[in-house]
Each structure stands twice: as structure tokens, then as C-alpha cells.
């Protein structure tokens, strides 16, 4: 009797052990959206950006060895964070032919690359939302180095970063629901290439895409706001969308508090900045678009745009803003609506 007993306890605490976690098993953290968007550092955009804009990248030029230098710094940070290229694509370079950039009297361009990363969403991976700013400059004049700190070497490892806080928020089982297309475009300067160019040749279809957040110049200020840098201009967000509007002034609310500044949201104006930056590709195709961007000052395509001269509490901000942009599209329960015509 005490045998069978003994032998009758130990089936039930093997029993009982059976249905206990394994030590294994990875619980989430608590979700704290306000982690990720403070993830986004001066201290680690400075670095990339001494990199991006350093001398040795020679301004960056359209298919240039510079810019084919930046584009492998570029590359080393997304393997450095285990951050893949997108599935359906063989490398984490778009290549875009010389010939596609043709335009005009310009000088004729090499080929060149865009490049790309991807956060795969976690519920509704098919849905696409790009976060893009161009990577190329203007080169070197007379000898000289335009090394583009602020355009538009800001706006580049403000991707990196908010690249780095979506996988930050995935590892700790909180990915995005939709999935995020890091695209770093090439050809800005001379025609809006690389963007026009992945919009003739998307990696997944345009109707899949949900929303385009472009950051073109966001690391100084302009005399407008000469007494502040809490500020950042926003284009675009109503045309097409009136969920994109409102989610920009929700997070930036919740979030970061800067002063949303519309002047350069008015169809009439005379800088026509709404045309002239790379979500315009996206927009023309129907796809909810915003631009941020500080304005232009008086380093604007001149040499003396160096890393020195950069606001990196700004480009802080700004950066978080636009990462709570893609988080809020990439996780609310609904597709944001189109439901304005654009013009």
C-alpha cells in the first residue's frame, strides 16, 4: 500500500510540474510606448550623423563612391541591429539605372541604389508603411565638400533611429501590427529620383501601402524661429487623409509637444515645398503623405551645411515624432482613411 501510495504522488507532482511555464517561455514587457520614442537619442543621432556628413563621404553625390560609402555605413548599422532587407527583395539595395535618372541637360548620373530595411508587422504584415528620406547630396564644387549635415544627413539617421526603436519595441514583443519599410531614396537633388523610382517599381503594391513619412531637414532652424527650435514645419498631412492630420496632432500632443507649424501647408505656396521632397511620389499615387522639415537658412545647399551647426535636440524631437507618426498608423486597429483628393 505505501508503495503504490508513494508511486500515486509522484504522478501527481509530475503531472502538476507538467503544466508549469518552462524558464524558457519569454513573457512581454508591459507595453510603455514613451520607452521607444525616448530611445531615440541626441547622443546616438550625433554619431551617425559625424559619419554620414563627414568629409569622407564627399557630399554624397548621386551614384557617387561617397555616396556608396554612406550607403555601406548605412547598411552596417541595420546588420549591427539585426534588422533584414525586405522579404522579395535580394539585398538591401534597390538598384536604380543610370538611364532612369536621364533628365534633360543635366549631367548624366551613374547608377545608383536606394536602400532599404523592413520591420515585418506582426498582424497585418501586408500592410505596408514606408518611412523614407533621401541619403544623397550635392557632392563637392571647386574642390570643396558639401557635406549635407542638415539635408539631408539628418533626415537619414533620423531612420536609422526610428529603425532602432520599432526593433527595440519587437524584441520586447511589441512589433508593429503593420509592417515598416525603412527607404533611404537616392537622386533627391537632381529630380526626386529614387522615390519617383521606387513608385514605378514598388517592392510591394502601392494599394498595400498605407502611409509615406518623409523627413527631409530636420536638424536646424530657420529665421522664422530664430528664438526657437521646438517647432517643426508640417506638409501634406490633410491632403489626402484627414486620420493622417489627426494622428499627427494627437502623438505630437501626447508625445513630443512641438509647435506643428502649417505655413508651408497652404496649396499656394510660392516655395512649393509640398512638390519638391520625396513623400510627393507617394502622395501623387494616393497615398497619405506628410513631410516634416525645419525650413530652409542660410546653409541651405552651401558647404559650410556641417554637422557642427546641428540643433541635436531638435533633430531629437523632430525624429520622435516622426517614429509616434508610424507607430500610431502602424498599430491602430483601423487602415487610416483616404478621403480627400489631394489638390
Not at 533611404?184 to 498595400?208: D, I, M
Not at 552651401?302 to 507618426?325: C, G, N, P, W
Request: one cysteine or more.
Amino acid at each position: 500500500m505505501k508503495k503504490i501510495l508513494i508511486t500515486g504522488l509522484a504522478l501527481i507532482l509530475l503531472s502538476c510540474s507538467g503544466t508549469q511555464k518552462s524558464p524558457a517561455t519569454k513573457t512581454a514587457k508591459p507595453l510603455d510606448v514613451n520607452s521607444y520614442v525616448n530611445s531615440i537619442t541626441a547622443e546616438e543621432l550625433k554619431v551617425n550623423l559625424t559619419v554620414i556628413a563627414s568629409d569622407e563621404m564627399e557630399g554624397r553625390n548621386t551614384g557617387s563612391e561617397g555616396q556608396k560609402k554612406a550607403g555601406n555605413y548605412i547598411i552596417e548599422q541595420y546588420k549591427k541591429m539585426g534588422i533584414p532587407f525586405p522579404k522579395g527583395a535580394d539585398s538591401y539595395y534597390q538598384k536604380v539605372p543610370s538611364e532612369y535618372m536621364k533628365k534633360g541637360f543635366s549631367p548624366k548620373l551613374p547608377d545608383s541604389e536606394n536602400i532599404w530595411a523592413f520591420i515585418e508587422g506582426s498582424e497585418k504584415p501586408e500592410e505596408i508603411i514606408v518611412v523614407s528620406a533621401h541619403y544623397d547630396h550635392v557632392g563637392m564644387k571647386n574642390g570643396e565638400v558639401y557635406n549635407g549635415a542638415d539635408d539631408d544627413g539628418s533626415g537619414t539617421v533620423g531612420l536609422i533611429e526610428i529603425a532602432q526603436a520599432f526593433q527595440k519595441a519587437k524584441k520586447e514583443g511589441h512589433g508593429p501590427k503593420r509592417s515598416i519599410l525603412i527607404l533611404h531614396v537616392t537622386g533627391e537633388e537632381h529630380g526626386l529620383h529614387g522615390s519617383r523610382y521606387y513608385s514605378e517599381n514598388p517592392l510591394f503594391p502601392l494599394a498595400n501601402t498605407v502611409a509615406d513619412v518623409n523627413i527631409d531637414m530636420i536638424g536646424r532652424r530657420d529665421e522664422a524661429h530664430a528664438d526657437s527650435n521646438n517647432y517643426v514645419y508640417v506638409i501634406g498631412s490633410d491632403y489626402l487623409s484627414t486620420d493622417l492630420y489627426n494622428i499627427c496632432e494627437a502623438v505630437n500632443n501626447k508625445y513630443t509637444k512641438l509647435t506643428l507649424d502649417y505655413k508651408y501647408n497652404d496649396r499656394n505656396d510660392k516655395n512649393r515645398f509640398y512638390y519638391r521632397s520625396d513623400h510627393y511620389n507617394f502622395a501623387k499615387n494616393g497615398i497619405p503623405s506628410v513631410f516634416l522639415f525645419n525650413g530652409v537658412h542660410a546653409d541651405y545647399h552651401k558647404a559650410t551645411d556641417e554637422v557642427d551647426k546641428i540643433e541635436f535636440d531638435a533633430l531629437a524631437k523632430r525624429t520622435q515624432l516622426a517614429f509616434s507618426i508610424v507607430w500610431e498608423i502602424a498599430n491602430r486597429e483601423a487602415r487610416i482613411v483616404v478621403d480627400k483628393d489631394g489638390k
